[in-house]
């Protein structure tokens, strides 16, 4: 962690004049729209991963049981994947 803290400090510091930097253009807006962004898709990839994760693990100690987790786990995906898709609408709308 302490090796990211310079690296954390320069981005704050970027993020927070670059609505100086680009006043004039107005393209300011494009900057909180691709963090949003980001930071979904991160979200959204990390969440599906850890559904994945926890479903392979499930499915190998129990076989049997593969047939009554498919449908929540394809659910729980579909839930997941709705979070990303309403932050890029926000990312839109920024």
Do not use: H
């Not at 850890?50 to 929540?72: H, I, T």
């Not at 579909?78 to 990312?91: H, P």
Request: aromatic share 8%.
């Amino acid at each position: 962690m302490k090796k990211w803290t310079p690296v954390l400090a320069v981005m704050a510091a970027l993020l927070l004049m670059s609505g100086e930097a680009l006043a004039q253009d107005g393209g300011g807006s494009n900057v909180g729209a691709g963090i949003t962004m980001g930071l979904a898709v991160l979200g959204g990839a990390l969440g599906q991963g850890m559904a994945a994760k926890g479903m392979y693990e499930a499915v190998s100690r129990n076989p049997q049981a593969a047939g009554a987790l498919n449908a929540p786990f394809y659910v729980g995906l579909a839930f997941i994947e709705s979070l990303c898709l309403f932050a890029l609408v926000v990312a839109f709308s920024i």
